[in-house]
Structures are given as structure tokens and as C-alpha cells.
């Protein structure tokens, strides 16, 4: 399961990217600066020689002759607050080099905070969205699979 969702999890960014035209139409674009923030999905807890979501979204660009520049500050555990709550001093400081976002968390917030659904995902859209008042271009939530129906692209 856990591998299912990191390939849609994939393919979500991907296409957001501009990467799903890419077979077909190709792309003008190529150069990306992206910053990943996130839980242990996004800091690559488990994964071995790199097959961290982040670094999978970094190969597929660079096989499509693109160059890529990655800032992972995803860390195990972390929760919605504690990601706002780092985001002016660990996050927001980077949006004029990295001009997309790409963001999952979820499960931390609601195992440990006991917060309704609704209040997480009030949470977690305000994060990317001060994101986005904070200076990144492109801002992407994820969410994990059994929640992909209220994935949000800000």
C-alpha cells in the first residue's frame, strides 16, 4: 500500500509540474526549484539510496533532461503545527530560490493532536496558503491515499 501511494502521490506532482504533457508535447520549462516539506514520507524515513518521494520526483525531471534544484526540509513525525510553526525560519526564508512548494502531512496531525477532520484540513490549507502569501509561485498539498479526493493544489 504504502508503495501505491507514493506512485500516485508521484504522479499527482508530476502532473502539476507540467510533466504529464511532457510525453506528448514536451516542455519549454527547464530548470525546476522546488522545496519539499512534509513527514517522515516526504524526510524519506525507510528508504534506502535515495527512493525518497522528493528524490523520485528529482530523477523523473532530470530523466526529461531537466535540471532540478531540491531543497527536502520534510522531518519523521512532524505535524501541521509544528510544520507552521518552522515554516517562517526553516521554509519561507527560501521562496525567492525554490519557486514550487510541495507539502504532505496529514497522519502526524491527526494521531497525535485528537483534532476533528475538519480542523486538520483548515490547517493544513492555511499552511500552503501562507505559503503562498509568503512569496512561493506554486504551492501543491498532498495527502496521503485514502485521502487524495481532498488533495488541494493552491
Excluded at 530548470?31 to 522528493?54: C, E, H, K, M, R
Excluded at 521554509?91 to 497522519?107: C, Q, R, S
Aim: net charge positive; proline share 2%.
Amino acid at each position: 500500500m504504502h508503495h501505491l501511494c507514493s506512485i500516485l502521490l508521484f504522479l499527482l506532482a508530476s502532473a502539476h509540474l507540467g510533466l504529464a504533457q511532457m510525453s506528448t508535447a514536451g516542455s519549454n520549462r527547464s530548470t525546476y526549484n522546488i522545496l519539499f516539506d512534509g513527514n517522515s514520507w516526504v524526510a524519506g524515513s525507510g528508504s534506502t539510496s535515495g527512493s525518497n518521494y522528493p528524490n523520485q520526483v528529482q530523477l523523473l525531471l532530470q530523466k526529461a533532461g531537466k535540471t532540478v534544484t531540491m531543497l527536502n526540509t520534510g522531518v519523521p513525525g512532524q505535524t501541521i503545527d509544528q510544520m507552521q510553526t518552522k515554516a517562517p525560519t526553516k521554509v519561507d526564508i527560501h521562496h525567492a530560490k525554490y519557486e514550487y512548494l510541495i507539502g504532505l502531512e496529514l497522519v502526524n496531525q491527526w494521531g497525535q493532536s485528537g483534532q476533528t477532520r475538519e480542523v486538520i484540513y483548515e490547517k493544513y490549507k492555511k499552511y500552503f496558503l501562507d505559503r503562498k502569501a509568503a512569496g512561493f509561485k506554486n504551492v501543491m498539498a498532498l495527502t496521503r491515499l485514502s485521502q487524495l479526493a481532498n488533495c488541494v493544489l493552491l
